[in-house]
T-cell receptor
Framework: RKEVEQDPGPFNVPEGATVAFNCTYS??????FFWYRQDCRKEPKLLMS???SGNEDGRFTAQLNRASQYISLLIRDSKLSDSATYLC?????????FGKGTRLHILP | NAGVMQNPRHLVRRRGQEARLRCSPM?????VYWYRQLPEEGLKFMVY????????ESGMPKERFSAEFPKEGPSILRIQQVVRGDSAAYFC?????????????FGQGTRLTVV
């Protein structure tokens, strides 16, 4: 089983809709969790950290489920500018491990 | 505080030449990661280094690829005798590491083209 897994997509979603991604991790000792965004031909950039109690930043909500070992990202009222690849990342033993990303296309 | 700096941004090499990619981490960061990304594909982990130590090189091809992070100076990813299949974007990321590992910050990448 891969350390961090994501559905590669693409998710094709109409503008204004709500979309959610999950990311599963294999090691229950994983310590910290993040979502990154990568635009085409650019470097990944941190979108938000994921806290145990869940956290929200505007239209974005991140959740952590330690029992089932997954994190989620919810995007409400999606915009065309949300089109990107979303990567989850977990830390374990001083190392950051990335998933391969989920591609999101917001359709006008 | 400058971010992660990678150079060159673009590198063209003929088959059989050597490619050297440089990464200067953010100030105060002692952990460096290298990733390779082929067009339309995800990030592929290559190697994880701390100052003067390779911690995890499980993603590095067994031949032609090497990485270092010396006590002074940038981290270097070296590809010897490049082949067309080495053409990709190579991203470097750095983090604080340790207990407060926090998030990783990426450089803008080096796009290697082998002709």
């Amino acid at each position: 089983r891969k350390e961090v897994e994501q559905d590669p997509g693409p998710f094709n979603v109409p503008e204004g809709a709500t979309v959610a991604f999950n990311c599963t991790y294999s090691n229950s000792a994983s310590q910290s969790f993040f979502w990154y965004r990568q635009d085409c031909r650019k470097e990944p950039k941190l979108l938000m950290s994921v806290y145990s109690s869940g956290n929200e930043d505007g239209r974005f909500t991140a959740q952590l489920n330690r029992a089932s070992q997954y994190i989620s990202l919810l995007i409400r009222d999606s915009k065309l500018s949300d089109s990107a690849t979303y990567l989850c990342a977990v830390t374990l033993d001083d190392k950051i491990i990335f998933g391969k990303g989920t591609r999101l296309h917001i359709l006008p | 505080n400058a971010g992660v700096m990678q150079n060159p941004r673009h590198l063209v090499r003929r088959r059989g030449q050597e490619a050297r990619l440089r990464c200067s981490p953010m100030k105060g960061h002692s952990h460096v990661y290298w990733y390779r990304q082929l067009p339309e594909e995800g990030l592929k982990f290559m190697v994880y280094l701390q100052k003067e130590n390779i911690i995890d090189e499980s993603g590095m091809p067994k031949e032609r690829f090497s990485a270092e992070f010396p006590k002074e100076g940038p981290s270097i990813l070296r590809i010897q005798q490049v082949v067309r299949g080495d053409s990709a974007a190579y991203f470097c990321a750095s983090s604080l590491g340790g207990q407060g590992i926090g998030e990783a910050f990426f450089g803008q990448g080096t796009r290697l083209t082998v002709v």
